[in-house]
């Protein structure tokens, strides 16, 4: 038995905010889609928690994918500012054995 084609997340958004709404019960849903009602009802479920923990995330403050580009950016702004001091050192190094360059102030 082959599996049935997936059907595009705007369309199953359609289908649990009509759900939701009372428009249409799961099980008339999941006749017009040719769907098991368990699908529709996993997707109402992953709806709900995915509103839940948005909503959550709002209150607490940055999420955690927030969080980790912050450490990541804290991180790169770091080697960035080592990196450039290692250039001014090698700089001085190089001035120092090579004489002024003319491009020194």
Same mark, same amino acid.
């Given at each position: 038995m082959?599996?049935?084609?997936?059907?595009?997340?705007?369309?199953?958004l359609r289908i649990?905010?009509s759900?939701l709404?009372g !428009?249409?019960s799961?099980?008339e849903? $999941?006749?017009r #889609?040719?769907?098991?009602?368990?699908s529709?009802?996993?997707w109402k479920?992953?709806f709900?928690e995915?509103?839940?923990?948005?909503?959550?995330?709002?209150?607490?403050?940055p999420s955690?994918?927030?969080?980790q580009?912050?450490? !990541?950016?804290?991180e790169?702004?770091? $080697?960035?500012g #080592?990196a450039?001091l290692q250039?001014?050192?090698?700089?001085?190094s190089a001035?120092?054995?090579l004489g002024p360059s003319r491009t020194?102030?």
């Amino acid at each position: 038995m082959s599996r049935p084609p997936t059907i595009p997340v705007e369309k199953k958004l359609r289908i649990v905010l009509s759900v939701l709404q009372g !428009e249409i019960s799961i099980a008339e849903a $999941a006749r017009r #889609e040719k769907v098991f009602e368990q699908s529709i009802g996993r997707w109402k479920l992953d709806f709900l928690e995915g509103g839940k923990t948005a909503l959550t995330a709002g209150k607490s403050g940055p999420s955690t994918r927030e969080q980790q580009l912050k450490a !990541e950016v804290a991180e790169l702004t770091q $080697a960035l500012g #080592e990196a450039h001091l290692q250039v001014r050192v090698w700089k001085k190094s190089a001035e120092g054995r090579l004489g002024p360059s003319r491009t020194s102030r």
